[in-house]
């Protein structure tokens, strides 16, 4: 049987979108360390463009936000601080981003995080079709209309990407 049509248990996410009467698929991949957007866009056969990732970042008073970005493009980090507005902005250490979101680095998803947080979306994002995002454990990925982002976690459209 393969591992793509795998059902997944249960995670905070697919309980928060289930509850807010959100349509997904699911995408179940092998996860490998450090793989990123790459590996699962390669075992899932996405466009790695269309594969969202969920950054847990933090400003200059350590308050912690969510950036979604193109799984392909990094953050400018100066171009975000400038928009959304902050002196400066950071990623999380792992330990810290886990501890705010209740995911493992590698799982995190932008929906039904233990702490409430800003969610930033990058707004070429939200000109595709479907995306897949992460859905609240390493190795799967849940595929959704990217005007979820800004319908149900009130995202902000801000312009930070760097293509890699």
């Known amino acids: 049987m393969s591992k793509k049509s795998t059902h997944v248990s249960e995670t905070p996410a697919t309980q928060f979108l289930r509850g ?9 991949y092998d996860y490998v360390e450090h793989g990123g957007t ?8 996405f466009d790695e463009h269309a594969v969202v990732k ?3 970042m933090q400003d200059e ?7 979604l970005m193109h799984g392909d493009c990094t953050v400018s980090l100066k171009a975000l601080a400038r928009q959304i507005p902050c002196k ?21 998803s932008p929906f039904g995080t ?5 969610v930033f ?10 995306i897949l995002i992460n859905g609240g454990r390493r190795g799967y990925l849940v595929g959704l209309e990217p005007r979820v982002l800004t319908e149900l976690l009130g995202a902000a459209v801000v312009e930070c ?3 890699e």
């Open 38 to 45: 790459a590996e699962s866009s390669k075992q899932l056969g």
């Open 121 to 130: 979306v990058e707004g070429t994002i939200l000109g595709l079709p479907k």
């Open 88 to 108: 400066k902005v950071e990623p999380c250490k792992p330990e810290v981003a886990q501890r705010h979101s209740g995911y493992m680095v590698g799982g995190t």
């Open 54 to 56: 969920t950054l847990v």
């Open 20 to 28: 807010h009467g959100i349509a997904f698929t699911e995408h179940v």
């Open 114 to 118: 233990r702490k409430a947080m800003p």
């Open 61 to 67: 008073r350590a308050d912690p936000l969510i950036v």
């Open 161 to 163: 990407a760097n293509a």
